[in-house]
């Protein structure tokens, strides 16, 4: 156990702190009202489960291609400046939305969709690491736990857009008499998939035009540059060599990788999980959705506050176990109570973003900042994962020597086994912070 009584946030940077922290809650938006729009296009556009999953594809990726360029441009410039170029890139990202509407074509959303998450890249990039700076190194873990506690707030109230401004909108033609309509009558199937498609434009261009406001307020508001903000000398060969040694940072990209597949896994097929399962409506699915990320924010600051007295990379391994335990309930409880598991896995997520990235950059300085890029390029974890649970979805259902599962709930394997993989990260950075070795 530990005590440590170092000022969390430095009273001077309180307001920076606040202010960079509302991104959080931007980015989490963003995640959270796309997760749904998986089985939304699945159902407008009559597509297989791998192919509506190319929305986290498309998503993902942008983290996953830019996260790299976004650390140079951050280590040449400024955290700041950073921030200023994801704002920009989010919003262009949703405004083409509407464009994409017109078209009604997926590709274009699937554009539109990197577009978003290039921004988003830049802005995790600067914002993590910018946050780690922010205080002491020894309350660094804890105070990005803290100010990722405001990401899933952003991430519920993405959730109940997507529940009351679009889900409930669409309308409630089931898949099967979507497929007739298009043969019988191919007009009236596309005034229909138009209107779907325009309650899904409508919010995200509202997205668009608010992140254009939070782009001014960052533009004229002057934030405090950070000790690693002097030094601009790139470095890129030395600092990835620098990088590549330390096992500590290697595996916590790989834990990262396998965390965040496992996140957008459950958050976007518990609908399909409570459709297939339960023959819930999609609406009553994201319910069970809500509930889980309520669950994800409680339990966020409850991990912050246990952060203070226990060791981050156990507190991480026994999450992940409890995590595995559950996604097993997912795989071999039939029902509500594989759907409860589901839910309750939530609570044992909300750990693990913040504290694997803590952990992976302690004591990186100034290489931190490039280290940054993996650990954002890690949740390319998101873009890989969902669409092979897709595929998974769409075969038949699997005989077991002992039992015979769906299809669906065989898919839930992907993320079992994401959580072993980080509770042995957790593991391995408890033994190693015992033995007094952090960086190799």
């Not at 998986?38 to 929305?55: D, P, R, T």
């Not at 105070?143 to 009351?164: C, D, E, I, Y």
Request: hydrophobic residues 50%; contains cysteine; positive net charge.
């Amino acid at each position: 156990m530990k005590n440590n009584s170092t000022s969390l946030i430095p009273a001077n940077l309180l307001m920076p702190f606040i202010l960079v922290t509302s991104l959080f809650a931007l980015w989490g938006f963003a995640n959270d009202i796309t997760n749904p729009m998986v089985a939304a296009f699945k159902n407008i556009l009559l597509i297989s489960n791998f192919e509506s999953s190319l929305v986290q594809f498309a998503f993902y990726g942008g983290y996953c291609v830019m996260a790299i360029p976004a650390a140079l441009f951050v280590k040449k410039f400024s955290y700041k400046s950073g921030i200023l170029l994801g704002l920009i890139l989010y919003a262009l990202g949703c405004l083409l939305f509407i464009p994409s509407g017109w078209l009604m074509a997926f590709w274009a959303f699937l554009l539109s969709y990197f577009i978003m998450t290039c921004g988003l890249s830049f802005l995790e990039t600067s914002a993590n690491p910018y946050i780690l700076a922010m205080g002491d190194e020894a309350t660094a873990t804890r105070r990005l736990n803290f100010a990722q506690s405001f990401n899933p707030m952003g991430s519920l109230t993405g959730m109940l857009v997507a529940r009351n401004l679009i889900l409930c909108k669409l309308d409630p033609m089931t898949e099967d008499a979507r497929r007739e309509l298009l043969k019988t009558s191919p007009d009236a199937f596309n005034q229909i998939a138009k209107h779907d498609l325009s309650v899904i434009i409508g919010p995200y261009a509202i997205l668009g035009i608010v992140v254009v406001i939070f782009f001014v307020v960052f533009l004229i508001t002057r934030l405090p540059r950070s000790t690693h903000d002097e030094n601009r000398d790139l470095s890129v060969g030395a600092t990835l060599k620098r990088l590549l040694k330390n096992a500590n940072y290697v595996e916590g990209v790989i834990a990262q990788a396998f965390y965040v597949g496992v996140q957008i896994m459950c958050w976007t097929f518990i609908i399909q999980y409570a459709e297939a399962e339960m023959g819930l409506s999609k609406a009553q699915g994201q319910f069970y959705n809500m509930i889980a990320m309520g669950m994800f924010v409680c339990s966020r600051f409850i991990c912050t506050f246990l952060l203070k007295y226990l060791n981050p990379g156990a507190l991480l391994a026994v999450l992940a176990t409890l995590g595995t335990v559950l996604i097993m309930g997912v795989i071999f409880l039939p029902g509500m109570p594989g759907l409860y598991c589901l839910v309750a896995a939530s609570a044992t997520m909300s750990l693990m973003f913040p504290t694997i990235y803590g952990i992976a950059l302690k004591g990186l300085g100034d290489d931190a900042k490039l280290g940054a890029a993996g650990l954002i390029m890690a949740i390319g974890g998101g873009c890989l994962m969902p669409p092979l649970q897709g595929w998974i979805m769409d075969q038949s259902a699997f005989n077991l020597i002992f039992t015979t599962l769906s299809s669906v709930r065989m898919s839930f394997t992907l993320p079992l086994i994401g959580f072993v993989v980080v509770a042995l990260y957790g593991l391995k950075t408890y033994l190693r912070s015992k033995q007094g070795v952090t960086a190799c």
